[in-house]
T-cell receptor
Framework: DAGVTQSPTHLIKTRGQQVTLRCSPK?????VSWYQQALGQGPQFIFQ???????QRGNFPDRFSGHQFPNYSSELNVNALLLGDSALYLC???????????FGPGTRLLVL | QKEVEQNSGPLSVPEGAIASLNCTYS??????FFWYRQYSGKSPELIMS????GDKEDGRFTAQLNKASQYVSLLIRDSQPSDSATYLC????????????FGRGTSLIVHP
């Protein structure tokens, strides 16, 4: 039973560039959430997708956008990268009716 | 603003001792609480969830919830060096939305 997978594992970008991160949820899960975790901080909720729609959004600017595909996988896009966007980006999945969410291994983004 | 507060530590305990990790939360409507363990450079892993006042035990771990005091704790008995990690507390808010708010985590060091 495959868990949550994310790609790439590491990424280096420069300010102003755009980045796309990818996530495949755990088998049987249909809801995907994205989090940003800065060094020394807890994960901060970016948004959640269910049935290919953004259902909830945290306090992040419009530069952060996402998408969910019919197979429940998801992408996180960040435009006009800032130095402060450097962080670990975590994807978590769950069944819509469930309480327990599982995190993927994360994508570590460094913006120079 | 809903907040979950944790002492960042580090909390240092000798091998075999009981480690006590604490968390307070501001949203009185919070219904569910979660403890995650996060090793350095890795993603969070769910250890325990607790929904009702009182204690919940799972192996060497005991979660305690006191809704009147808005306080959650995690006890780790017979601490092992492999327990050295950051422990994240998360609370799920009221209103039917599964968007947990995370604390910044407490770093635990178990020394031989």
């Amino acid at each position: 039973d495959a868990g949550v997978t994310q790609s790439p594992t590491h990424l280096i970008k420069t300010r102003g560039q755009q980045v796309t991160l990818r996530c495949s949820p755990k088998s049987g899960h249909d809801t995907v959430s994205w989090y940003q975790q800065a060094l020394g901080q807890g994960p901060q909720f970016i948004f959640q997708y269910y049935e290919e729609e953004e259902r909830q959004r945290g306090n992040f600017p419009d530069r952060f956008s996402g998408h969910q595909f019919p197979n429940y996988s998801s992408e996180l896009n960040v435009n006009a990268l800032l130095l402060g966007d450097s962080a670990l980006y975590l994807c978590a999945s769950r069944r819509y009716e469930g309480e327990t969410q599982y995190f993927g291994p994360g994508t570590r983004l460094l913006v120079l | 603003q809903k907040e979950v507060e944790q002492n960042s530590g580090p909390l240092s305990v000798p091998e075999g001792a009981i480690a006590s990790l604490n968390c307070t939360y501001s949203d009185r409507g919070s219904q569910s609480f979660f403890w995650y363990r996060q090793y350095s450079g890795k993603s969070p892993e769910l250890i325990m969830s607790i929904y009702s006042n009182g204690d919940k035990e799972d192996g060497r771990f005991t979660a305690q919830l006191n809704k009147a005091s808005q306080y959650v704790s995690l006890l780790i008995r017979d601490s092992q060096p492999s327990d050295s990690a950051t422990y994240l507390c998360a609370g799920k808010g009221s209103g039917g939305s599964y968007i947990p708010t995370f604390g910044r985590g407490t770093s635990l060091i178990v020394h031989p």
